[in-house]
C-alpha cells in the first residue's frame, strides 16, 4: 500500500514543471512523497532536487526541516459527505453499512501510510496533534452514529447498541487497512471480512 502512495505521487512529481514560481503546496507534495519512502531521514537536499528549487528556498519558505516534515505529513481530509451518502430510511441499513464500511477503509487505506510515518518522528507529540488537528476517526464516528441514530428513529435500529457498534465497526475497519499498511498481503476478500462484522453487529442492532 505504501508503495502505491509513493509510486503514485512520485509520477505526478515528474510531471512537475522545473520553475522559479513552484507553490509551498508544491514543494509539500514533493517532500510527502520522499517523507513516505524513505521516513523523517529524507534529507532537504533531496527534496529541494526533485522539486527544481534550491535548498535555501525550502528554508525561506518553512523554517525548519522538522516545520517542513509535519506541514508536508498532514492527514488528507475525509470526504464525509461522500462516504456518507446515504439517506436515512432508503435501502436496507446491513447493505447501507457495508456500502459505508467500504468507503471508510478506502479512506484508511489513504491515510495510514501517512500517519504511520507521522508518528514515527521524534517531534511527534500526540496530545499537540489532538489539539490542532481533528481527527478523522472522531469525524467518522460522529457521522456514523448520526446515521444510525437517525435509523433509530424510524424504528430500523436499536438506539442502545449504537455506540458499541459504531465503536466495533470503525476499530475492525481501522485494522483492515492497517494490517495491510504495514505489509500484509491485501485481502481479496475485504467485502466478505466487513459483511460478516456487520452481520455480527446486527444481531445487537436488530429493533
Not at 72 to 81: G, R, T
Amino acid at each position: 500500500m505504501l508503495d502505491i502512495v509513493t509510486n503514485d505521487l512520485e509520477l505526478n512529481i515528474n510531471l512537475m514543471p522545473r520553475n522559479k514560481t513552484i507553490t509551498d503546496d508544491e514543494i509539500l507534495v514533493v517532500a510527502r512523497s520522499l517523507f513516505l519512502k524513505e521516513g523523517a531521514i529524507a534529507s532537504t537536499r533531496d527534496i529541494a532536487k526533485k522539486a527544481g528549487i534550491s535548498e535555501a528556498v525550502i528554508y525561506q519558505r518553512f523554517g525548519t526541516k522538522e516545520d517542513l516534515f509535519f506541514a508536508a505529513m498532514k492527514l488528507p481530509k475525509a470526504q464525509l459527505d461522500l462516504i456518507f451518502d446515504i439517506q436515512p430510511g432508503k435501502g436496507g441499513v446491513v447493505e447501507n453499512l457495508e456500502y459505508m464500511s467500504m468507503q471508510i477503509i478506502d479512506y484508511f487505506r489513504e491515510v495510514m501510510p501517512i500517519f504511520l510515518t507521522l508518528i514515527n518522528h521524534p517531534s511527534f507529540n500526540m496530545q499537540i496533534f489532538l489539539a490542532r488537528h481533528s481527527v478523522p476517526a472522531v469525524q467518522l464516528s460522529e457521522k456514523l452514529t448520526d446515521y444510525l441514530i437517525a435509523e433509530s428513529k424510524l424504528g430500523r435500529v436499536r438506539k442502545d447498541k449504537i455506540a458499541v457498534a459504531v465503536n466495533v465497526l470503525l476499530s475492525h475497519l481501522h485494522n483492515i487497512a492497517l494490517y495491510e499498511s504495514i505489509g500484509a498481503p491485501k485481502s481479496t476478500q475485504i467485502h466478505h471480512a466487513v459483511a460478516d462484522a456487520i452481520a455480527v453487529l446486527w444481531e445487537g442492532l436488530t429493533p
